[in-house]
Every structure is written in C-alpha cells, then in structure tokens.
C-alpha cells in the first residue's frame, strides 16, 4: 500500500474545535468522539497527533479505534508502526491498574 493523505505535517486533518475537545476528553470519551469520525479521518488525525510528542498519547488512542489498513493507507509503514504500538498500548493498559506510578517495579529492602 503507498500512502498519500499525510504528506503535510502542519495541518490538522479535522476542525480545530474538534481537536480542543479531544484534547479536553477523558479516554472513554476519546473513544465516542473518535468512534464519530470516518475511518480515513480517525487514521489522519491519529498520525498527525502521534507525530507531536505532547499529542503522542491521543494518537495511540485514537490509532486504537483505527484499522491498521486505514493506517498504513494514511501513513504507510510508520502506520503500521503507529498500530502495533496502540495495540501494544491497549494490551498494556488492562495492567495498569497493577503497575506503580512510575510504571518501574516496586523496590523492596527486606533482607533474606
């Protein structure tokens, strides 16, 4: 697959207003409005926040609610890239009620 939509890195692929309120969305309600989306614009607006690291968790987010055709048809082989680590995020994220904060294991000082 050649990709062709993401070649401008500038500009955002869906209205800014709906950007801000993705932006001030909890996660369940990324996913509703991103569920909203078609499937070309969820993948466009996934790679574009990926692509900037204070939005980088959004897009993985929102990578989550795309198939991995739609982005690898947005970005290509960085899509499918994109993908695996949503999916990988989504894995990990069933776990994360058991992890620390920091989300390095717990140091113990008993002494055996």
Known sequence: MQHTRSIDLEDCPVPEDLLKRLLDATLNAI?????????????????????????????????????????????????ELIHMQAQANTNSDVDADRRPRGGKAPVSLYVV
């Open 31 to 79: 996913s509703d409005v991103g569920s909203q989306l078609t499937e070309p614009q969820r993948a466009a607006l996934a790679v574009y926040c990926y692509r900037r690291s204070h939005l980088r968790q959004l897009g993985l987010s929102l990578a989550a609610l795309c198939n991995r055709a739609a982005l690898m048809m947005e970005a290509g082989h960085a899509g």
